[in-house]
């Protein structure tokens, strides 16, 4: 049984205008604990849609989500959102801190939802992650007097703090120069496998894709496994051309809007 298992899932909305806009077609996906899996796309393909269904902040129009084998279309939204917060940690491109709360503050915050040890221990459990992530003599510093780096640890040490199953990354790195950016992946990669949680990253970044074990594409509302280590065709920094061997890609339009 993988950890998280997609079949099929699609994800619509309706537009202002009645029409209905098809952002994910049909994704078949699962993911393994321990493993560090790469989505690559363009701008506006469905990305962030899909990690926010895997993250159980949004909910698939259809198809099937099963998270440990238990269907989530089926648990009540107290038990979703008891599960995100047990076994999700999300890291964004734009951090998402809490402006005018300290690194310990923001760090600690997701362990007021927690129970027992880890809510009585929430500031040294803070304390602890702020070390694991270079950041310990930073604990009283507010956001806006930390690097773009540094805020970025910060926010790694507060999806990690409650112990995910499964780390959510959405373009980590697309707000930091290469090298640092290189950094926080570094720090990604290393606590997700010494941790065994699951990462999947989404990036625009073929050299952070690279470092994950599995890479696939989103494009047309489809996710396409890829390889980035053949001569692939590219389009800007996008793969064009999928791994034949594995599949056959559908020719649709994205994200397509159809009445
Ligand atoms: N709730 C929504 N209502 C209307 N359009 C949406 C909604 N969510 C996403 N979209 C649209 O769906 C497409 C995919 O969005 P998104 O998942 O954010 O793409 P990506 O992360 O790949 O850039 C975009 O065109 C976006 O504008
Ligand atoms: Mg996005």
Redesign the pocket.
């Known amino acids: 049984m993988s950890l998280l298992e997609l079949t099929d899932v699609t994800r619509s909305?309706r537009?202002p205008d009645e029409r209905l806009?098809h952002?994910l077609q049909g994704v078949t996906v699962a993911v393994d604990a321990g493993e560090h899996v790469a989505i690559v796309?363009?701008?506006?393909?469905?990305?962030?849609?899909?990690l926010n269904i895997l993250g159980l902040l949004d909910a698939p129009t259809s198809g099937q989500y099963l998270l440990e084998g238990v269907p989530i279309g089926t648990l009540s939204n107290g038990a979703r959102t008891k599960r995100r917060g047990r076994d999700f940690g999300f890291v964004f491109q734009q951090f998402n801190l809490l402006p005018g709360r300290t690194a310990l503050e923001n760090v600690s915050a997701p362990l007021l939802y927690a129970r027992g040890r880890q809510f009585w221990s929430r500031t040294r459990l803070a304390a602890e992650m702020l070390e694991r992530v270079g950041l310990g003599d930073r604990v009283d510093t507010l956001p806006d007097k930390l690097s773009g780096g540094e805020q970025q640890r910060v926010a790694i040490a507060r999806a990690l703090v409650r112990g995910p199953r499964v780390i959510l990354a959405?373009e980590p790195t697309g707000a930091l120069d290469v090298e640092t950016g290189g950094e926080v992946m570094d720090l990604l990669d290393e606590i997700a496998s010494q941790t065994g949680a699951a990462l999947v990253t989404?990036t625009h970044d073929l050299a952070v894709a690279a470092r994950a074990e599995r890479q696939y594409r989103?494009a047309d509302g489809i996710l396409v496994p890829i390889s980035l280590d053949t001569t692939a065709e590219w389009v800007g920094d996008v793969p064009l051309v999928a791994d034949r061997s594995s599949h056959t890609e559908r020719r649709l339009p994205d994200?397509g809007v159809r009445a």
């Open positions: 909305v537009l806009l952002i796309g363009r701008s506006g393909t469905g990305k962030s849609t899909l959405d989404i989103l994200a």
